[in-house]
């Protein structure tokens, strides 16, 4: 089992960057794909990013591909989520996902593990 802690949300400008961090515990962190979700007030939780067990891979969502960033520290047992160029449009809550399998997927069900999520606002 895997507990996940969300940090680095907060209120920034249009164009603006956030970095997020998602902490995992546990000694298991290498054996688990990684992926960051979103959701906004009234719509359903979209897949942001992920990435392999390795790092290797990576994998983005069409509307942040170019401005987002995601990567993981095996060693740290952290992930990261590095945001740039930030639209009123990126504005959720965002939450790090564990999954066991060795695909990274993009529906949220397929996922074991969440974190509590992390407010992301984006003013214009």
């Known amino acids: 089992q895997v507990q996940l802690v969300e940090s680095g949300g907060g209120l920034v400008q249009a164009g603006g960057s956030l970095r997020l961090s998602c902490a995992a515990s546990?000694?298991?962190?290498?054996?688990?794909?990684m992926a960051w979700f979103r959701q906004a007030p009234g719509k359903e939780r979209e897949f942001v990013a992920g990435?392999?067990?390795?790092?290797?891979?990576?994998y983005y969502a069409d509307s942040v591909k170019g401005r987002f960033t995601i990567s993981r520290d095996n060693a740290k047992n952290t992930m990261y989520l590095q945001m740039n160029s930030l639209k009123p449009e990126d504005t959720a809550v965002y939450y790090c996902?564990?999954?066991?399998?060795?695909?990274?997927?993009?529906?949220?069900?397929?996922?074991?593990?969440w974190g509590q999520g992390t407010q992301v606002t984006v003013s214009s």
């Open positions: 996902a564990a999954d066991r399998n060795v695909v990274v997927h993009v529906t949220p069900k397929l996922y074991d593990y």
């Open positions: 546990g000694r298991t962190f290498s054996s688990y794909a």
């Open positions: 990435i392999s067990r390795s790092g290797g891979s990576t």
